[in-house]
Nanobody, 115 residues
Framework: QVYLVESGGGLVQSGGSLRLSCRTS????????MAWYRQAPGKQRDLVAV???????NYTDSAKGRFTISRDNARATVYLQMKSLKLEDAAAYYC?????????WGRGTQVTVSS
């Protein structure tokens, strides 16, 4: 069974930082491409950042320069370091991977940004 469990969300002031974690099990993490998405209330779920198995990364424009995605293969965990958080970054954050033709999602972790 595949599990993706996000953690690290919370309430932070605008300009603050948070580090999200996504611990996985049931997949061969070291060969898996991992991604972070986010979804604000009433909006679609959008891609934030992707990290390939070779460590190469891609970010959406909203995340570039402020967010850093990284991975720890020994811990089968992917991270999203977020800094300079803005009100518009408030959302539920989800990690995602594809494994054996399955689209696998975690349950998400909530990020709330206050002014």
């Amino acid at each position: 069974q595949v599990y993706l469990v996000e953690s690290g969300g919370g309430l932070v002031q605008s300009g603050g930082s948070l580090r999200l974690s996504c611990r996985t099990s049931g997949i061969n993490f070291s060969i898996s491409r991992m991604a972070w998405y986010r979804q604000a209330p009433g909006k679609q779920r959008d891609l934030v950042a992707v990290i390939s198995n070779d460590g190469s990364t891609n970010y959406t424009d909203s995340a570039k320069g402020r967010f850093t995605i990284s991975r720890d293969n020994a811990r089968a965990t992917v991270y999203l370091q977020m800094k300079s958080l803005k009100l518009e970054d408030a959302a539920a954050y989800y990690c995602r991977t594809a494994w054996k033709s399955l689209n696998c999602w975690g349950r998400g972790t909530q990020v709330t940004v206050s002014s």
